[in-house]
């Protein structure tokens, strides 16, 4: 079986930052695009950013330029470096992982438990 697992959410003041990491493990034999989305309290899930697996990224307008995304594919780990956070990026986090496992015919996307953050004085 494959999990994902996150880490490294927590709380913070506004104008801070946090690094959350996301590790995939178990039966994987190769991962697409990784991604992070975010969900606060009563509203759907968004897309904070995605990378693929050549390392192009993509993110929504209202992190642009305070969040940056990478990933490890070594490791099979991807971080989610944020800066400069506001009242409004408090959410929880979840990590997704478009991947293949050894056993799958087709690739799906596997989730984690997610990471609550929250930005406030």
């Known amino acids: 079986q494959v999990q994902l697992v996150e880490s490294g959410g927590g709380w913070v003041q506004p104008g801070g930052s946090l690094r959350l990491s996301c590790a995939a493990s178990?039966?994987?034999?190769?991962?697409?695009?990784m991604a992070w989305y975010r969900q606060a309290p009563g509203k759907q899930r968004d897309l904070v950013a995605s990378?693929?697996?050549?390392?192009?990224?993509n993110y929504a307008d209202s992190v642009k330029g305070r969040f940056t995304l990478s990933r490890d594919n070594t490791k099979n780990t991807t971080h989610l470096q944020m800066n400069n956070l506001e009242p409004n990026d408090t959410a929880v986090y979840y990590c997704?992982?478009?991947?293949?496992?050894?056993?799958?015919?087709?690739?799906?996307?596997?989730w984690g438990q997610g990471t609550q953050v929250a930005v406030s004085s």
């Open positions: 178990g039966n994987i034999r190769s991962i697409n695009a």
């Open positions: 990378i693929t697996g050549g390392g192009r990224t």
């Open positions: 997704s992982a478009d991947l293949w496992s050894y056993t799958s015919r087709r690739s799906y996307d596997c």
